[in-house]
């Protein structure tokens, strides 16, 4: 039990595009879903922490115009890369923590998104 | 910040029991110890979570220190999958009922043949 999918596992596309990154917990629910960024050689960053129905919370220093998140439902998540740029070229991974009434339930995580800008 | 102190690399012979050491000092009462590993290209994988007993699953065994302030990863027979950068990371509350994990720099565990 407690699949991540994430969606592409890898995307090119062209400087000024909008990109966008699906994330479903297949078979659990999900209240909070987090979003990370990892840099080759270094390690995951949190960019953005969303609950269910509501405005992710971001990270100092991540710009939330830039990088759109949607937590629409229970087992889904989306980010989009808004106007990306070869800097924004990274590994995305996306990660879910169970609905439970115990707090400690750990976040299990997707196998993430290569993300090259042209 | 990352609130624990890992040794950037080991080695281990295959077959044989690999110790991961985890330094956490300033953990509070009530902070869970997580350990996540992640092979090369591909997401963390959730490997074992402990708050003070010792904690078995089919993965792996997790010792923690009576006054909490270390602890240990255990694979009982390392294999060569077992090859991957561990992470000993200590959740922070984040506000409402979040929590975050932030991931240190994590021990590269390399198993040889």
């Known amino acids: 039990g407690a699949v991540v999918s994430q969606h592409p596992s890898w995307v090119i596309c062209k400087s000024g595009t909008s990109v966008k990154i699906e994330c479903r917990s297949l078979d659990f629910q999900a209240t909070t879903m987090f979003w990370y960024r990892q840099f080759p050689k270094q390690s995951l960053m949190l960019m953005a922490t969303s609950n269910e129905g509501s405005k992710a919370t971001y990270e100092q220093g991540v710009e939330k115009d830039k990088f759109l998140i949607n937590h629409a439902s229970l087992t889904l998540s989306t980010l989009t890369v808004t106007s990306a740029h070869p800097e924004d070229s990274s590994f995305y991974i996306c990660?879910?923590?169970?609905?439970?009434?115990?707090?400690?339930?750990?976040?299990?995580f997707g196998d993430g998104t290569r993300l090259s800008i042209l | 910040d990352a609130k624990t102190t890992q040794p950037t690399s080991m080695d281990c012979a295959e077959g044989r029991a690999a110790n991961l050491p985890c330094n956490h000092s300033t953990i509070s009462g009530n902070e869970y110890v997580y350990w996540y590993r992640q092979i090369h290209s591909q997401g963390p994988q959730y490997i074992i979570h402990g708050l003070k007993n010792n904690e078995t699953n089919e993965m792996a065994s997790l010792i923690i220190t009576e006054d909490r302030k270390s602890s240990t990863l255990i694979l009982p027979h390392a294999t060569l999958r077992d090859t991957a950068v561990y992470y000993c990371?200590?959740?922070?509350?984040?506000?409402?009922?979040?929590?975050?994990?932030?991931f240190g720099k994590g021990t590269l565990l390399t198993v040889n043949p």
């Open positions: 990371i200590v959740r922070v509350y984040s506000g409402g009922s979040n929590y975050k994990l932030t």
């Open positions: 990660s879910a923590r169970k609905r439970s009434f115990y707090s400690n339930q750990p976040q299990h």
